[in-house]
T-cell receptor, first 114, second 114 residues
């Protein structure tokens, strides 16, 4: 079964620090690796995504680092702010059983202390 | 423009009753997904609709769960003879064709089975 493994389950970072969340995948047929951000009581929202032929993508304070050979990718949040406190899901997109779908990691609950 | 909407936002039902959850996707999005999220857990894929193709029902946990999508737009998830373990947040998402990594989620329906 195709899986995406995410760690840590929870993370506490001081304001201004760097938050790092890691994911590893098992299937080489994925074509996009997005990260979703979910606030309590809301649905997840796409934050940033990367293709496997790119090693890094940066959008503002958010950066995805991608290591194709290791089948790992990570989200870095620079200068973390209390407003970044949320649950983050990594995911992998690809074709399975004739359908294009996302496989999600288990999520990381991030808390930024003021 | 309008995002994905879901109704009701909350539903409390007695064990053994049937429930219907509704999803209105973003206009023009051909793909529609249903997920289940138990308290503090990740996203469990349930079912996927793509255009006029047969739906991918591989994630439905039992035959008590079914879904339909009428006219390529609105979708209804039906749970028959609800059980307490069905209590969760049910999320709907839609995506444009060819961009399964780019899913737009609704706010979810919180289902509580008493």
């Amino acid at each position: 079964q195709q899986q995406v493994k995410q760690s840590p389950q929870s993370l506490i970072v001081q304001k201004g620090g760097i938050s790092i969340i890691n994911c590893a995948y098992e299937n080489t047929a994925f074509d996009y690796f997005p990260w979703y951000q979910q606030f309590p009581g809301k649905g997840p929202a796409l934050l940033i995504a990367i293709r496997p032929d790119v090693s890094e993508k940066k959008e503002g304070r958010f950066t995805i680092s991608f290591n194709k050979s290791a089948k790992q990718f990570s989200l870095h949040i620079m200068d973390s702010q209390p407003g970044d406190s949320a649950t983050y899901f990594c995911a992998a997109s690809g074709w399975r059983q004739g359908a294009q779908k996302l496989v999600f990691g288990q999520g990381t609950r991030l808390t930024i202390n003021p | 423009g309008a995002g994905v909407s879901q109704s009701p936002s909350n539903k409390v039902t007695e064990k053994g009753k049937d429930v219907e959850l509704r999803c209105d996707p973003i206009s023009g999005h051909t793909a529609l997904y249903w997920y289940r999220q138990s308290l503090g857990q990740g996203l469990e894929f349930l079912i996927y609709f793509q255009g006029n193709s047969a739906p991918d029902k591989s994630g439905l946990p039992s035959d008590r769960f079914s879904a339909e999508r009428t006219g390529g737009s609105v979708s209804t998830l039906t749970i028959q003879r609800t059980q307490q373990e069905d209590s969760a947040v049910y999320l709907c998402a839609s995506s444009p064709i060819g961009s399964s990594y780019e899913q737009y989620f609704g706010p979810g329906t919180r289902l509580t089975v008493t």
